[in-house]
């Protein structure tokens, strides 16, 4: 299988930099082919411009990879942080660039944007990773959990694919060596659940 795994943290000793190579490494071992790609590191621009809205243009190379990719990919592993009850900047402008009509998701003919479109991945499997500072009662409660709305109903139901999990790892600033381990066993379990050897 192909897959996908998409990281947007800045600190490269971070806890989301740790579960994307946790994640990495259980897709390699079971023979996965993966497309890895830090955002940050690819120093990708988040900027949609005026050019580039328009449905058929892409403006470079690396958009352009990520573009064919993500359209090969038999399955995805997004990672960051919830920052303001979203994605950092660099991970929503890859949503606005790389999920695009015509790329992952298409309006029938005669549609001009205002009905439900088709969505076009063939990935039917995608995982989320996030990391968190806010306790859970208060995210359900205040918040309503913003990013499993974004994720799961905005952005991959959307664009066809039919598997979502999520799983949300808190709170990092306050936690031991030994949570975090065992957070990292947890990936490793869900990716190996998710994307066995084939």
Same mark, same amino acid.
């Given at each position: 299988?192909?897959?996908?795994? @998409?990281?947007? &943290? *800045? $600190?490269?000793?971070?806890?989301?930099? /740790? =579960?994307?190579?946790?994640?990495?490494?259980?897709?390699?071992?079971?023979?996965?082919?993966?497309?890895?790609?830090?955002?940050?590191?690819?120093?990708?621009?988040?900027?949609?411009?005026?050019?580039?809205?328009?449905?058929?243009?892409?403006?470079?190379?690396?958009?352009?990879?990520?573009?064919?990719?993500?359209?090969?990919?038999?399955?995805? @592993?997004?990672? &960051? *942080? $919830?920052?303001?009850?979203?994605?950092? /900047? =660099?991970?929503?402008?890859?949503?606005?660039?790389?999920?695009?009509?015509?790329?992952?998701?298409?309006?029938?003919?005669?549609?001009?944007?205002?009905?439900?479109?088709?969505?076009?991945?063939?990935?039917?499997?995608?995982?989320?990773?996030?990391?968190?500072?806010?306790?859970?009662?208060?995210?359900?409660?205040?918040?309503?959990?913003?990013?499993?709305?974004?994720?799961? $109903?905005?952005?991959?139901?959307?664009?066809?694919?039919?598997?979502?999990?999520?799983?949300?790892?808190?709170?990092?600033?306050?936690?031991?060596?030994?949570?975090?381990?065992?957070?990292?066993?947890?990936?490793?379990?869900?990716?190996?659940?998710?994307?066995?050897?084939?």
């Amino acid at each position: 299988m192909r897959v996908s795994v @998409i990281l947007g &943290h *800045p $600190n490269k000793a971070s806890f989301n930099h /740790a =579960i994307a190579g946790e994640a990495v490494a259980v897709l390699q071992a079971n023979e996965h082919y993966v497309c890895f790609h830090d955002l940050y590191a690819e120093n990708f621009s988040p900027i949609l411009s005026g050019n580039e809205l328009a449905r058929e243009i892409v403006e470079n190379d690396l958009t352009r990879t990520h573009c064919h990719e993500i359209t090969r990919a038999d399955g995805i @592993i997004v990672i &960051h *942080p $919830n920052w303001w009850g979203q994605p950092p /900047a =660099i991970m929503k402008g890859w949503i606005d660039r790389v999920f695009r009509h015509g790329t992952t998701y298409q309006f029938n003919e005669g549609d001009t944007g205002g009905g439900v479109p088709r969505g076009l991945l063939k990935a039917q499997k995608a995982i989320v990773f996030n990391t968190s500072n806010t306790y859970p009662e208060r995210e359900r409660q205040v918040f309503g959990d913003p990013l499993e709305l974004l994720w799961n $109903n905005c952005v991959f139901r959307f664009c066809g694919v039919k598997s979502f999990e999520r799983r949300m790892f808190r709170v990092i600033a306050d936690s031991t060596a030994q949570e975090r381990a065992k957070w990292l066993a947890e990936v490793r379990e869900i990716v190996q659940r998710c994307f066995p050897r084939q």
